[in-house]
């Protein structure tokens, strides 16, 4: 398992925080996500045997929530 935390800028409230949460965990191969409104993180444990973080980063995209390079 891997597990990266990430800055999120977009992140201010608690739906944020559900919906980045909600769309993560419904990738097939994530484990975990955690997604914190005061800190502005996430974080995301998956399997990388059966996905890739470039899957993840790109549907953090898609919902308007990208990650800060």
């Known amino acids: 398992m891997m597990t990266k935390t990430v800055h999120v800028p977009g992140i201010s409230c608690g739906h944020c925080v559900t919906t980045i949460e909600s769309e993560l965990e419904d990738l097939n191969g994530v484990e975990d996500v955690k997604a914190e409104h005061i800190s502005k993180q996430v974080t995301v444990s998956w399997d990388p045997e059966v ?14 929530f990208p990650p800060s390079v």
Not at 51 to 64: A, F, Q, R
């Open 51 to 64: 996905l890739d973080w470039t899957v993840i980063e790109d549907k953090m995209e898609e919902i308007n």
